[in-house]
């Protein structure tokens, strides 16, 4: 086990057309260790800006969670700690080893691709052996005519296979993450017998016989049915519990992100947002990107005024905050703020100054909860999602008076979208 920095990484890919010539070209990209006048680097006046500033660590052991849109960057940072992709700038380690120049055979990496990448000629049990047979131990490897007795031998029927002491324990590994993934009656089969979730299991069989340093895992549950993704999801975390190998797993799922990780890192466009826990990300985001992106149906935002000390006025309500917020909202007098409420902190009330009259324009009862698409009654452009309990009947047309739970709020800054009363603890900006 091992932990991963990521110091300063940089990753932008030559541009082809004039259009792609972006942000890049202002950037001063530091100087990758041991190397000198790299290909991309000296290229980067007209290339394409993936990746910026990425200042992290995973923990030795921990399980992180790398989320956001699709094309922020998730896949390539990942495929630049496996040594599939080149740095532009900065530096990877894994423990104490830099590992920009290594190989990808050499950096005690496994990883599970979305599309499981399986040999399909090959079945169960020698997909999984495969990546052993190529890196297994030094002091295991037999000598050259056992090993080609093995490989001779390997198709006859067992009795008649010669098995040397690479392949003995090659046999042991496979047989021990088969019965951790329970996929033993499985080991005879091509690739093509299997079902999504056997495949699954195989690619993720094979990454952890290698027993690496480091998981890396790339949205792997993405082709799964959802009720497979959820109990695969548990089977995941506790698997990596239980192995205690340090783990980044790339979703672009905000549920699988809150469920998975220790920690979760947020991405947009080639930045990191912000890195915390699951919960701390829900309770406290940073910026409007981070507070919108996780949960789900996503927070509201609506524009009011501050009026010291503690009122938020809108043309159809005013809202007195608790006094915590006295703080953290020196400097915002009478200033323009994006009031952020989420779905589930709205609830049904009365007619009053501090609730908003709303009217429904779609109601989806779940049964256990509903969720409403209402507008504000005089603000017709102003729609905003509502979570409520099930026990209620609800038509579309009628009229509502939704209470906001004050402790609940969020206050961002129109301009940046920066949140108010966060400040970035542990985060490099
Ligand atoms: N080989 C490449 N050449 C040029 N641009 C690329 C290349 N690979 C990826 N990109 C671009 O890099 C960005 C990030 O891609 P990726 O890391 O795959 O995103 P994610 O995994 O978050 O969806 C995208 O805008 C993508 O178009
Ligand atoms: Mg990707």
């Known amino acids: 086990m091992a932990k991963v920095v990521f110091e300063n990484v940089y990753k932008s890919y030559p541009g082809r057309r004039a259009e792609d010539v972006s942000v890049a070209s202002d950037i001063s990209i530091p100087k990758i260790e041991g190397k000198t006048n790299h290909p991309l680097q000296k290229s980067s006046n007209h290339s394409v800006s993936v990746l910026r500033n990425i200042n992290f660590t995973v923990e030795d052991g921990e399980f992180m969670v790398l989320v956001g849109p699709s094309g922020c960057g998730k896949s390539t940072l990942l495929r630049m700690l496996a040594g599939l992709e080149e740095l532009t700038g900065g530096n990877i380690y894994v423990g104490d080893r830099l590992v920009n120049s290594l190989p990808p055979k050499a950096r005690d990496i496994a990883m599970v691709f979305q599309n499981y990448a399986l040999y399909p000629h090959l079945n169960v049990y020698d997909n999984i052996a495969f990546g052993l047979r190529r890196t297994v131990n030094q002091s295991l490897k037999s000598p050259w005519l056992e090993n080609t007795l093995t490989g001779l031998t390997r198709s006859l029927p067992k009795a008649l296979r010669y098995l040397s002491a690479q ?161 953290p909202l020196q400097g915002y007098k009478e200033k323009q703020l994006l009031l952020g409420i989420r779905p589930e902190h709205f609830s049904l009330s009365t007619s009053s100054e501090q609730n908003l009259a709303v009217v429904v324009d779609l109601v989806e009862a779940l049964g256990n909860e509903t969720y409403l698409s209402v507008h504000l009654a005089e603000e017709k452009n102003t729609t905003l999602q509502v979570k409520i309990s099930g026990d209620k009947a609800i038509a579309i047309g009628e009229s509502l008076h939704l209470a906001i739970d004050p402790h609940k709020i969020h206050l961002f800054l129109e301009d940046t979208g920066e949140s108010v009363g966060i400040t970035r603890v542990g985060f490099n900006k």
């Open 167 to 327: 392949e003995k324990e090659i046999t042991k590994r496979v047989k021990y993450v088969a019965n951790l993934l329970q996929i033993e009656s499985l080991l005879t089969r091509l690739p093509k017998e299997l079902s999504g979730g056997q495949k699954q299991r195989v690619a993720l069989g094979r990454a952890i016989a290698r027993n690496p340093q480091v998981f890396l895992m790339d949205e792997p549950l993405s082709n799964l049915d959802a009720k497979l993704r959820t109990s695969t999801r548990a089977q995941i975390v506790q698997l990596q519990r239980q192995l205690g190998t340090t783990t980044i797993y790339v979703t672009h799922d905000q549920i699988e992100a809150m469920t998975m990780g220790d920690r979760i890192a947020v991405m947009n466009e080639g930045k990191i947002q912000q890195i915390a826990p699951p919960l701390e990300i829900y309770h406290h985001p940073v910026n409007r990107f981070v507070a919108e992106f996780i949960g789900s149906p996503p927070m509201n935002f609506i524009s009011v005024t501050y009026v010291a000390p503690l009122t938020l006025i809108h043309p159809q309500f005013r809202l007195t905050l608790p006094e915590t917020w006295i703080k």
